[in-house]
């Protein structure tokens, strides 16, 4: 089991302190080192740099993009292998602008058009608190990323900078308070919420129109997260909101799985109360983002079994034949702990399943997503666990894509928005991690099958003029 | 939910009783969920749909009048699916199967009985009250006999483990999250509503 990982504590700033007051000599100060390894958690550096149980920050965790696998860097101080020979400036171009030490661009998958918000007191921290508190890891990440040609042409994000990369640092806005200013900071800057929830254009660049109106990424859908009252957060509350950060769920309504959880648990969890609800009332203060046919994702379905239908009919057996179809799936799979109407187990730890955003959000994208990998989310309130039901080793059960449709559409149907209905082709590509492509990259498919076929009708035509003068030249003679 | 629905078995002893057989009849057939005395609060969507379905059915024929015999037996909330698993059991086992529920619901209708221990022993001994056994037998139970090769029909929704629902988990069930072990015990004293 995974132990609890505590929020900064104030024992451990403490501790910094002592720590830093004794060594000698430090450039900057510990009250620095302090605020940039705050704004490491607040930025979440770990989720995508550590490697389950891989040492901190060295890299090699693979990031699933629509162009292909993407492997986050050593961001130790190593001098060989990490950043331990960035200056300031080399340090700040990476974070705000994308481009690393060697004049190479990162891909936007390393989040810089969020980090561009970032500012420059803050970046300084973070430099300090790299450099001196981070642990050099003299090993090169585990993996490379090399996308395909010809995303592998990097030069390219420049481009993509020119046109989409908005590089000013946060400026406070003086009419509203410090803190929604701050939240705006936090949700824009550091905690780089649109990368997720915001959903990306043509070249793969965040909308600005639809900011926080929810996106699919990866296997999972990051719902809308703007205050409209059917399709986003409007209706929870503040103090719903603040929990949900703090812990990962609102009882009952919605709970964190897959990356959001991961950024509960080693981000917002830690992050002071005030900031998460500076967070909070900037995120209700944006413009609401409407689906019109949305309804109330807070309140579909209601406890529903259809367990008389087949209770004791059939027998026992070891074939996968079920008289009761997705009804005894979800019976068998998850009534143990949801109950068998869906109610969800009395201390709400298991949540009951109608009135649940999961299954009226998303088009079923994250039911299917949370039986296949199961939840593991750590915070002060515990832990969060529901096992895989997709086929892993320490998966609690092999479920086929059928299945696991079948099961998806009859809890969406009851439980749910009905108007989902998922197919185990859906299946196929979550359990997968695939994004749907995106238009560049059919556009880029088919150019490269039109050069192809360009290539290859020259070839034939070169071929035959010259097969036929051959054959002229030969009549002739 | 009936307005006209007694709240406590006093009420409905000293003053529920509906002026007529005919308003009594719609009281019932409008909803299976309120033909008891005893406190039964609280409502199951699920439920009233089904007994809306009973409504629906001028002549009640087939599970329909299994269920409405079933609700002069037994004052608790029952299950329209448990009872067509049932019924069909009971319709092939036993012959007079018919004749025993339109018996059943005609005497308790007589006495006009509210509940269960109004109309019993009115009912005539031998097949009749044989009958109204097995069906209270399975409601409770979740089989219709005791031999080795009965049928389940229910188990979640078996009666027997609803009165102590609120302090026993049925098995493979969970009450609470993993290593709970803070709840307090139930109170003895009020018996959960099914």
């Not at chain 1, 060295?58 to 961001?75: D, E, K, R, V």
Request: glycine share 8%.
């Amino acid at each position: 089991m995974e132990t609890v990982r505590p929020a900064i504590s104030s024992l451990r700033v403490v501790a910094l302190l002592i720590a830093i007051g004794t060594a000698p000599a430090f450039a900057a100060d510990s009250e620095e080192i302090a605020r940039g390894k705050y704004i490491a958690t607040a930025s979440d550096c770990e989720a995508c740099h550590t490697q389950p149980g891989g040492k901190p920050l060295a890299g090699g965790l693979p990031l699933t993009s629509p162009l292909g696998l993407i492997y986050s860097t050593n961001i130790t101080p190593s001098k060989q292998y990490g950043i331990g020979s960035y200056s300031l400036e080399q340090f700040s171009n990476a974070l705000r602008r994308g481009i690393r030490r060697d004049g190479a661009h990162l891909y936007p998958a390393m989040p810089y058009a969020s980090y561009a918000r970032l500012t420059d007191d803050d970046i300084k921290a973070l430099y300090a608190y790299f450099m001196q508190q981070v642990q050099p890891v003299d090993a090169p990440a585990a993996r490379q990323t090399s996308l395909p040609f010809p995303y592998s042409m990097r030069f390219s994000m420049a481009f993509w900078n020119a046109l989409f990369l908005d590089s000013k640092p946060f400026a406070p806005d003086p009419s509203q308070s410090a803190e929604w200013n701050r939240g705006k900071y936090l949700v824009d800057g550091a905690a780089h919420c649109g990368e997720c929830h915001t959903p990306r254009g043509f070249f793969m660049q965040k909308k600005p129109s639809e900011e926080y109106g929810g996106a699919v990424i990866g296997s999972w859908y990051a719902p809308n997260i703007t205050p409209d009252a059917n399709s986003g957060i409007g209706a929870l509350s503040a103090d719903e909101l603040f929990r949900y950060l703090k812990y990962g769920r609102v009882a009952g309504k919605a709970q964190a799985g897959g990356e959001m959880a991961l950024a509960v648990q080693l981000s917002f969890s830690r992050l002071s109360d005030e900031d998460l609800r500076a967070i909070v009332s900037y995120l209700r203060s944006v413009p609401a983002l409407t689906d019109p046919h949305a309804k109330s994702k807070f309140a579909q379905g209601q406890p529903f079994t259809d367990v008389a239908s087949f209770r004791g009919v059939g027998g026992m057996s070891y074939d996968r034949s079920l008289p009761g179809g997705s009804a005894q799936l979800f019976a068998a799979n998850c009534a143990t702990c949801h109950s068998i109407a869906a109610q969800g187990s009395r201390d709400t730890y298991f949540p009951s399943l109608f009135h649940n955003s999961a299954l009226a959000a998303g088009g079923g994208r994250n039911v299917i997503a949370a039986i296949l990998f199961g939840i593991s989310r750590s915070t002060t309130d515990g832990l969060a666990f529901m096992p895989g039901f997709g086929g892993k080793t320490t998966d609690i059960a092999d479920l086929s894509d059928e299945q696991v449709a079948q099961l998806t559409n009859f809890l969406v149907q009851h439980y749910g928005d009905t108007r989902y209905s998922v197919t185990p082709s859906l299946v196929r590509q979550v359990r997968d991690g695939q994004t749907p492509a995106p238009a560049l990259m059919t556009l880029v498919t088919v150019g490269e099958w039109a050069v192809g076929a360009l290539l290859l009708a020259l070839v034939i035509w070169f071929i035959a003029r010259h097969s036929s003068r051959t054959f002229a030249r030969g009549q002739s003679s | 939910m009936s307005q006209e629905r007694p709240l406590n078995e006093a009420a409905s002893t000293e003053q529920g009783r509906p002026a007529s057989l005919l308003s009594r009849r719609e009281l019932l057939s409008a909803s299976m969920l309120a033909v008891s005395g005893a406190a039964i609060v609280g409502t199951s969507i699920l439920r009233v749909a089904q007994a809306a379905d009973v409504a629906a059915a001028v002549t009640p024929s087939g599970p329909d009048k299994f269920m409405l015999a079933s609700s002069r037996l037994i004052q608790h909330r029952l299950s329209l699916g448990v009872g067509s698993r049932m019924e069909a059991i009971l319709r092939r086992e036993i012959p007079s199967f018919d004749a025993d529920l339109d018996a059943i619901i005609r005497i308790a209708d007589e006495k006009r009985a509210t509940v269960v221990e109004e109309f019993f022993d009115a009912l005539p001994d031998g097949q009749v009250k044989d009958t109204a056994h097995r069906i209270i037998f399975g409601w409770y139970a979740g089989v219709v006999d005791d031999s080795q090769t009965a049928e389940v029909l229910a188990y979640e929704e078996a009666l027997m483990y609803q009165p102590t629902k609120d302090a026993i988990a049925l098995p493979t069930y969970s009450f609470n999250g993993p290593d709970n072990w803070t709840e307090v015990d139930p109170p003895l004293s009020a018996m959960p509503e099914f």
